[in-house]
């Protein structure tokens, strides 16, 4: 019988354990330790946004779904909403998208990838102008994160990107030159 001591111990060995499964790309295994994680600990907001993630990357997206929503319900997390505004997006539900995004970033509003993703959810609604002023917003967040750490390829690679959207052409093309340049080898750059 394990006390208390034991107990907690259990529970961070199934959190890291859940971790190492999913970094590996073991899939069923990471959706395992974290469900066992969830049931001993059902008010673990972490645990579920974990679990959502874990599922997210084997595509179960309405199993993501379930789980990052009963994350947020125990307490709002800017990841979770974002995720759950990546797959509204992936299912061409921009509203809906949008309307998660905009949660997360009422949590964190200094997060450049959020706004970029709000852009591109607002692109998909026709709504240009909002979308730019996102973009905008994107690339000058990522900017602020290249001030603290010049040698940071994606975040030059994001500016890029959102000058590019506002049809920046020169700015983009500088910044993509120079994430490829910190980072030639880095797929997402």
């Known amino acids: 019988m394990l006390d ?21 790309g073991h899939l069923d295994e990471a959706v395992a330790a974290f469900t066992r994680l969830t049931s001993l600990q ?13 599922y997210h990357s084997a595509g179960e997206l309405d199993r993501a779904l379930v789980a990052y929503e009963r994350a947020n319900a125990i307490t709002p997390r800017a990841p979770a909403y974002s995720n759950i505004g990546i797959i509204h997006d992936a299912r061409g539900e921009f509203a809906k998208a949008v ?13 450049a990838a959020t706004h970029r993703n709000l852009a591109e959810s607002l692109s998909g609604l026709g709504r240009s102008r909002e979308a730019a002023a996102e973009y905008v917003m994107a690339a000058a967040l990522a900017r602020d994160a290249i001030r603290v750490n010049p040698a940071d390829a994606r975040a030059h690679a994001l500016v890029g990107l959102c ?20 980072a030639p080898n880095d797929n997402e750059v």
């Open 4 to 24: 208390e001591a034991n107990v907690g111990r259990y529970r961070d060995m199934l959190n890291e354990l859940g971790l190492a499964y999913l970094e590996a």
């Open 99 to 111: 309307a998660s995004y905009r949660q997360a970033i009422a949590i964190q509003p200094k997060q």
């Open 42 to 54: 059902p008010d673990n907001a972490s645990a579920f946004q974990l679990l959502g993630t874990a």
């Open 163 to 182: 000058e590019a959207r506002v049809g920046h052409e020169s700015l983009a093309r500088a910044a993509i030159a120079e994430a490829r340049r910190l």
